[in-house]
T-cell receptor
Framework: DSGVTQTPKHLITATGQRVTLRCSPR?????VYWYQQSLDQGLQFLIQ???????AKGNILERFSAQQFPDLHSELNLSSLELGDSALYFC????????????FGNGTRLTVT | EDQVTQSPEALRLQEGESSSLNCSYT??????LFWYRQDPGKGPEFLFT???AGEEKEKERLKATLTKKESFLHITAPKPEDSATYLC????????????FGAGTTVTVRA
């Protein structure tokens, strides 16, 4: 058990809809990362927050947004969903930013129909 | 942009048959190279961090090594429970310290 909690585990929704994925980092970790994993793309970095502030952005679509709250949990919002957004979405946390290993949750499997 | 290439894509081993996985990387100012294990439907599980060329880390049947261009993950006398996808990732200031992952090597160990 990595200590990172993601909810829900599974999400099935229709195209055009909006969903929110939630992540609670390990106790004491200040950084939260979101990754997308699909069969043909591997693990793709989306966005990172450190102690409530956005620190790095990857290939995150404009339809996607995230935030980290004062209690350090994070939410990833996906809107105007398309079939191609179906994937596993992972949250990871680390103590700091540099040279710290990331500890991953077990992901949310999103299926868009 | 960081580039991480893992080979082979898939590896089928007999129980007890040792082998190595390769991770080649191109990055400016490497801060760390990370190895993860991922089981189907689960999140990646952290195994090792290597920081400088020549460094080695071991954990049970796994040993990771690092040179200036690549890293190897050696699996000694594997067991069926070692079956998983092994991912490597690099971290550097040139890429905001995010982890850039390779596509992984899927290892299957037959009893």
């Amino acid at each position: 058990d990595s200590g990172v909690t993601q909810t829900p585990k599974h999400l099935i929704t229709a195209t055009g809809q909006r969903v929110t994925l939630r992540c609670s980092p390990r106790s004491g970790d200040l950084s939260v990362y979101w990754y997308q994993q699909s069969l043909d793309q591997g693990l793709q970095f989306l966005i990172q927050y450190y102690n409530g502030e956005e620190r790095a952005k990857g290939n995150i679509l404009e339809r996607f947004s995230a935030q980290q709250f004062p209690d350090l949990h994070s939410e990833l919002n996906l809107s105007s969903l398309e079939l191609g957004d179906s994937a596993l979405y992972f949250c990871a946390s680390s103590v700091g930013q540099e040279s710290s290993p990331l500890h991953f949750g077990n992901g949310t499997r999103l299926t868009v129909t | 942009e960081d580039q991480v290439t893992q080979s082979p894509e898939a590896l089928r081993l007999q129980e007890g048959e040792s082998s190595s996985l390769n991770c080649s990387y191109t990055v400016s100012g490497l801060r760390g190279l990370f190895w993860y294990r991922q089981d189907p439907g689960k999140g990646p599980e952290f195994l090792f961090t290597l920081y400088s060329a020549g460094e080695e880390k071991e954990k049970e049947r796994l040993k990771a090594t690092l040179t200036k261009k690549e890293s190897f993950l050696h699996i000694t006398a594997p067991k069926p429970e070692d079956s998983a996808t092994y991912l490597c990732a690099v971290q550097a200031p040139s890429n905001d310290y995010k982890l850039s992952f390779g596509a992984g090597t899927t290892v299957t160990v037959r009893a």
